[in-house]
């Protein structure tokens, strides 16, 4: 399925049309495209598929910071200098990725007022975004973490249902994305599966009604 972040938070159809494409690369499902602690070369963009974010701590211990989809960006810490990639990116189902160069990216910002603004407001959704799912984390249950998650993820599109992602992705990384135990997120499931908010069928179809679980 796609993060605790809604997928696409930038605007696709634009992007595709404004970068360059000269190395738009697949990658398979498990997949990595960048490791954590690599040196910070490319501005990658989503042009389809979904991608899991991790991070390793100094200590060992992992976690999935975010799950991206079509018309997201990471890596873009190199424009601004970044000597290594804070994070590792791995390909969650087959996904089409455009690899830019920090420099190039740069000088599109730089040079194509346009692209910079909605650059800017991609970053600024993204952050918005990562800090819902903070407060999420830390004052939310389980029940509603996933909830949310699974209404983020389902709107990636025009508030459409996206089935096939949803389908494609686990309960075990939803377990990492929510920050809680399979088990639990197979009892919720099922759960919200009883109520009618969500619903099998070769996929998994998400309903707005799941949203009452947030107001409970």
Do not use: W
Request: aromatic letters at 8%; hydrophobic letters at 40%.
């Amino acid at each position: 399925m796609r993060s605790r972040r809604r997928i696409g938070v930038g605007t696709p159809s634009f992007f595709a049309k404004t970068l360059p494409t000269k190395k738009i690369k697949e990658f398979k499902t498990g997949e990595t495209i960048i490791s954590q602690g690599e040196d910070c070369t490319d501005v990658h963009y989503i042009e389809k598929g979904v991608v899991k974010l991790t991070l390793v701590s100094n200590r060992g211990k992992g976690a999935v910071l975010g799950i991206l989809g079509e018309g997201d960006f990471f890596g873009e810490a190199c424009i601004t200098g970044g000597g290594v990639y804070a994070t590792s990116a791995i390909a969650l189902v087959p996904s089409l990725v455009n690899i830019i160069k920090a420099k190039a990216m740069l000088r599109l910002v730089e040079e194509n007022p346009s692209l910079s603004a909605h650059f800017i407001n991609y970053l600024v959704s993204r952050n918005r975004r990562i800090e819902q799912d903070l407060i999420d984390h830390m004052f939310n249950f389980s029940e509603k973490r996933l909830a949310r998650t699974l209404l983020l993820l389902a709107r990636s599109r025009q508030g459409e249902k996206v089935s096939p992602i949803l389908g494609k992705i686990g309960q075990d990384t939803l377990a990492e994305m929510v920050g809680t135990t399979r088990s639990r997120v197979n009892f919720f499931m099922n759960k919200f599966r009883k109520m009618g908010y969500i619903h099998y069928n070769g996929g998994l179809t998400v309903y707005d009604s799941l949203a009452n679980v947030l107001n409970e």
